[in-house]
């Protein structure tokens, strides 16, 4: 099982960019999902979250309003739309996946990280 995202890049402040976050592999099932952040000499830290149905969402505090997580179960994708994008926001965005796979039980899956650079 691969979580792969994309969508990365540099951006002025202000600006927006949309991160993806695909599964793929052996058989699965998803169930929540999150996009974690981790900047330079920062711990990882929890960006936003989302439910198996996509029902309930949250979010850090410092994104609230500019950020929003969706998710197509049908692609077996995740989305992290971020507009009026700041500085500090600059970091590598991981996805993060809870996930059944056929022969290997439940576990937390990771992406391979995707670099977001804002300019001031």
């Known amino acids: 099982v691969q979580l792969v995202e994309s969508g990365g890049g540099l951006v002025q402040a202000g600006g927006s960019l949309r991160l993806s976050c695909a599964a793929s592999?052996?058989?699965?099932?998803?169930?929540?999902m999150a996009w974690y952040r981790q900047a330079p000499g920062k711990q990882r830290e929890l960006v936003a979250a989302?439910?198996?149905?996509?029902?309930?969402?949250n979010y850090a505090d410092s994104v609230k309003g500019r950020f929003t997580i969706s998710r197509d179960n049908a692609k077996n994708t995740m989305y992290l739309q971020m507009n009026s994008l700041k500085p500090e926001d600059t970091a590598v965005y991981y996805c993060n996946a809870d996930m059944v796979v056929y022969g290997l039980g439940r576990s937390f899956y990771w992406g391979q990280g995707t670099q977001v650079t804002v300019s001031s």
């Open positions: 989302i439910t198996g149905g996509g029902g309930s969402t």
């Open positions: 592999g052996s058989t699965f099932s998803i169930n929540a």
